[in-house]
């Protein structure tokens, strides 16, 4: 499998993530999060419109090093890449297959997620390094050339 232009997929999942967002511009729709003692309650608008600003910020890091030729380390953008389409598969794979609990106060179908979750930003942050290590590479590169 090759990966020429990821690019084009980060800007297909903003775009896909803002048109969900979208759906949910009026609804009463909302995600809770409980961290310990701490509820965080989210409007799904909110939530799809962050992430596809994110996807969005990631294909114009992506785009921009295609534009100035720099190139990126091949094996950490096809563990970006693939690692966060299986994420975002998972995150909506995995409650399906949790059966609905009979106390309606306890519904922890996407408490399962916080390993998808927490693994979806160590490949970001996989992303990050890829990113600087290529460009500082690149520059030196350069540099070295003059």
């Known amino acids: 499998m090759k ?17 969900f967002g979208l759906i949910h511009f009026n609804s009463d729709n ?4 409980n961290i310990h003692d701490t509820y965080l309650v989210i409007a799904y608008f909110h939530l799809y419109t962050l992430i596809s600003i994110i996807f969005s910020f ?17 094996y950490f953008t096809y563990i970006h890449v693939i690692g966060t389409l299986v994420c975002i598969a998972l995150f909506y794979i ?18 399962n997620n916080s390993l998808t979750i927490l693994i979806g930003i160590i490949i970001q ?9 290529s460009t500082i590479n690149h520059l030196f590169k350069k540099n070295n050339k003059l």
């Open 3 to 19: 990966i020429t232009k990821p690019h084009v997929l980060f800007f297909i999942l903003g775009f896909i993530f803002l048109f």
């Open 125 to 133: 942050v996989i992303f990050i390094i890829n990113s600087f290590t």
């Open 58 to 74: 990631i294909g114009l890091m992506y785009y921009i090093h295609s534009k100035f030729k720099i190139p990126l380390i091949k």
């Open 30 to 33: 909302y995600s809770d999060i």
């Open 94 to 111: 995995n409650p399906l297959f949790h059966r609905k609990d009979d106390f309606p106060l306890l519904d922890d179908s996407y408490s």
